[in-house]
């Protein structure tokens, strides 16, 4: 079981829906990520959080919204997607201590979106 | 801009035998993990090489970090099926949280 919780496992929305998939994870970690994954692919950074502020987005369309109301959840509120956003999308967390880029990232499952 | 590649992209062996994967890169990393990932599930952690020069061993799984911190291999001694999956390696440069992942390394272990 991972220690990184994602919600929903699937998800089926038409282009003119709002939707939102959710994150959790329960370490007392303070960096928090959103990556997307298309099938064959390795993940690609969306966006980063630190200590519940943005700290990266990858220029990703404004059509993703994240948002980090706690150190324990991370959101990422979706409106107006393309087909060609369905994808397995990841969260991820780690910890933020020390040299913050040695402190390896636990991903959840993944939730696999598909756009109609 | 894809800064990790892997080689080989795909591996198809027999239970018993042994492969080794390469992650390459022009770029400096701090350190360097390694996952393996299952259809349906996300990236599990295997490993985490921070020195240059390192060699940690997972059981069956070896792993070395290159010297001058650009490269890293993982090789698997005695196969078996419960190793297939997506490998991926993932690097991170000093002080940022911005990890790139390699292009990837499809296993496939036949009994």
């Known amino acids: 079981d991972t220690e990184v919780t994602q919600t929903p496992k699937h998800l089926v929305m038409g282009m003119t829906n709002k939707k939102s998939l959710k994150c959790e994870q329960h370490m007392g970690h303070r960096a928090m990520y959103w990556y997307k994954q298309k099938a064959k692919k390795p993940p690609e950074l969306m966006f980063v959080y630190s200590y519940e502020k943005l700290s990266i987005n990858e220029s990703v369309p404004s059509r993703f919204s994240p948002e980090c109301p706690n150190s324990s959840l991370l959101n990422l509120h979706l409106h107006a997607l393309q087909p060609e956003d369905s994808a397995l999308y990841l969260c991820a967390s780690s910890p933020h201590r020390g040299q913050e880029s040695n402190q390896p990232q636990h991903f959840g499952d993944g939730t696999r979106l598909s756009i109609l | 801009t894809q800064l990790l590649e892997q080689s080989p992209q795909f591996l198809s062996i027999q239970e018993g035998e042994n492969l080794t994967v390469y992650c390459n890169s022009s770029?400096?990393?701090?350190?360097l993990q390694w996952y393996r990932q299952e259809p349906g599930e996300g990236p599990v952690l295997l490993v985490t090489v921070v020195t240059g020069g390192e060699v940690k061993k997972l059981k069956r799984l070896t792993f070395q970090f290159g010297d001058a911190r650009k490269d890293s291999s993982l090789h698997i001694t005695a196969a078996q099926p419960g190793d297939t999956g997506l490998y991926l390696c993932?690097?991170?440069?000093?002080?940022?949280?911005?990890?790139?992942f390699g292009t990837g390394t499809r296993l496939k272990v036949l009994a």
């Open positions: 770029s400096v990393f701090s350190s």
């Open positions: 993932a690097g991170a440069h000093q002080g940022t949280y911005k990890y790139i």
